[in-house]
């Protein structure tokens, strides 16, 4: 396996990525709308916030209602940061805080200054992942709805439209990286992996071309994830046995300026299901899920080595913290007694 000089192999790093274009993109009728044109992507911009030196982006997974963090075999319990409710999917929001999705297609964002959680949507999309707005490093949540994808903008609630696709097409997976999102899109025939700039035009990166289908209506892309620099993908590609069930799974990691794959090889055990793929510039984890339930594994792009990362029961989502977490702690419960004004009380009687 031939492996470029591009530095996402290795040392993770943000490094330079597509920027997008400044057109804003209003809220319209899904029923008017259909797939956007191709542009071409401008790749003279460089942004994104800073990394300390030598961050290496450990594990965030959900475990019910608990969050933990996983670096180096150690496991940290970060504790219940969304009271009484259970996580399905945790993104860190490039902010030290947590975007969480939660049963009941709930979605709520906790900034890292340890304000109690605040709402994002509540019953109208579910959380596909954050990604800044524009080159203002302004963060925003995408979030898959019926047809297409919609955005939330965390600094004042603000949501419109990021794309809509055309009849029978739906979001299979999503990725959003230094301004580009990959989203791989279902259809009737076997689906596409696609690349969008902040402003939800189809851009130009190289990539995956459109698989023939022989099993129709079945995704071919599985999931996807960029790396932070936003010019490495990690996707999968499902194969199927002829009554329609997963048969096995490709991983191919694929730098796309130059179209040199980095790493091509199954994972996971025939009909397993791989889901939640996050790509840390040289490490993928994912969920893996089969007979024996779900596992979080992990793939060392350099090494061509797949692992599970053990002690993770119960785990409903998984990916890495792209920037180190800065949540502060929580306010212990009071253990108190109320406090009783007996003035107040008194002239009351």
């Known amino acids: 396996m031939f492996l470029s000089a591009c530095a996402e192999i290795g040392q993770p790093y943000l490094g330079e990525g597509v920027s997008p274009t400044s057109t804003t993109l209003a809220n319209e009728d899904p029923e008017t709308l259909s797939e956007p044109e191709v542009v071409s992507a401008d790749v003279s911009a460089v942004f994104a916030p800073p990394r300390p030196e030598g961050y290496v982006s450990?594990?965030?997974?959900?475990?019910?209602?608990?969050?933990?963090?996983?670096?180096?075999?150690?496991?940290?319990?970060?504790?219940?940061?969304?009271?009484?409710?259970?996580v399905e999917r945790v993104?860190?929001?490039?902010?030290?805080?947590?975007?969480?999705?939660?049963?009941?297609?709930?979605?709520?964002?906790?900034?890292?200054?340890?304000?109690?959680?605040?709402?994002?949507?509540?019953?109208?999309?579910?959380?596909?992942?954050?990604?800044?707005?524009?080159?203002?490093?302004?963060?925003?949540?995408?979030?898959?709805?019926?047809?297409?994808?919609?955005r939330v903008k965390l600094v004042d609630g603000e949501r419109e439209t990021f794309t809509r696709f055309e009849a029978g097409r739906g979001v299979v997976a999503f990725s959003s990286s230094n301004g580009i999102q990959a989203v791989a899109i279902g259809d009737d025939a076997c689906g596409t992996l696609a690349f969008f700039n902040t402003s939800g035009q189809r851009v130009d990166l190289g990539g995956p071309s459109d698989p023939e289908?022989?099993?129709?209506?079945?995704?071919?892309?599985?999931?996807?994830?960029?790396?932070?620099?936003?010019?490495?993908?990690?996707?999968?590609?499902?194969?199927?046995?002829?009554?329609?069930?997963?048969?096995?799974?490709?991983?191919?990691?694929?730098?796309?300026?130059?179209?040199?794959?980095?790493?091509?090889?199954?994972?996971?055990?025939?009909?397993?299901?791989?889901?939640s793929l996050s790509f840390d510039g040289r490490r993928v984890v994912f969920l893996r899920t089969g007979e024996i339930g779900r596992?979080?594994?992990?793939?060392?792009?350099?090494?061509?080595?797949?692992?599970?990362?053990?002690?993770?029961?119960?785990v409903q989502g998984v990916g890495f913290a792209r920037l180190p977490l800065l949540l502060a702690e929580p306010p212990p419960p009071s253990t108190e007694p109320p406090v009783v004004d007996e003035a107040a009380e008194g002239e009351g009687s």
């Open 58 to 86: 450990p594990v965030l997974a959900s475990l019910g209602s608990k969050l933990v963090t996983i670096e180096r075999g150690l496991i940290t319990d970060l504790g219940d940061r969304f009271p009484g409710a259970q």
């Open 213 to 275: 289908c022989p099993v129709p209506r079945r995704p071919y892309f599985g999931a996807v994830a960029l790396s932070p620099g936003g010019d490495v993908v990690a996707y999968t590609e499902i194969t199927y046995r002829e009554d329609g069930l997963p048969a096995s799974t490709m991983l191919t990691v694929l730098e796309l300026a130059s179209g040199r794959t980095l790493l091509s090889e199954p994972v996971g055990a025939p009909g397993e299901q791989i889901e």
């Open 91 to 150: 993104v860190d929001d490039y902010l030290g805080g947590l975007v969480a999705q939660l049963e009941g297609e709930t979605v709520q964002w906790l900034p890292a200054d340890g304000a109690a959680p605040t709402l994002v949507s509540q019953s109208n999309g579910s959380l596909l992942d954050a990604g800044f707005v524009d080159d203002t490093l302004a963060v925003q949540v995408f979030l898959a709805v019926p047809g297409g994808i919609d």
């Open 295 to 314: 596992q979080v594994g992990l793939v060392d792009v350099i090494d061509e080595s797949e692992s599970v990362i053990a002690g993770l029961e119960g």
